[in-house]
């Protein structure tokens, strides 16, 4: 685990009992606020892969799934000026259903072995993108 995913996830269980999909978002939130969305995508993508296999369940880490909601959190960053974490998923509650992807994919795309290995695009909807997401957010 990197030194940067390790402090963002110490931060976000700073007041959490468990680490769930709200805390998911909440790290995926700081990691797209301090290095831009592509440099979330490769925190938090290699930081669930890492915990996943140090926990013994390597194959809880779904390569698709990780980056999707990283851009879709990243997106939702690039379009607001929210500073405080509650007022961002107030504004966005649709993060926090963990069934957001299915808008995006067919339950078998989800399942099947590239895109649990992978980056597969969305074959039901595409993903909201904001060209200027793939920058560090200036605001932090």
């Given at each position: 685990m990197s030194a940067e995913f390790e402090a963002l996830l110490k931060?976000?269980?700073?007041?959490a009992g468990r680490f769930g999909h709200r805390q998911h978002v909440h790290l995926t939130w700081l990691a797209v606020?301090?290095?831009?969305?592509?440099?979330?995508i490769a925190l938090v993508s290699d930081g669930i892969r890492r915990t996943a296999r140090y926990a013994g369940a390597p194959r809880k880490y779904h390569a698709t799934v990780s980056r999707a909601w990283v851009e879709l959190v990243g997106y939702h960053?690039?379009?607001g000026t929210d500073d405080d974490f509650t007022a961002f998923v107030d504004r966005h509650p649709a993060l926090l259903d963990k069934r957001l992807l299915a808008r995006h994919?067919?339950?078998?795309t989800l399942a099947s072995a590239e895109a649990r290995t992978g980056w597969v695009e969305p074959d039901l909807k595409p993903l909201p993108r904001d060209l200027g997401q793939l920058h560090p957010f200036q605001g932090v």
């Open positions: 931060e976000v269980m700073a007041g606020r301090r290095y831009g969305t592509a440099g979330a960053v690039a379009t994919y067919r339950s078998s």
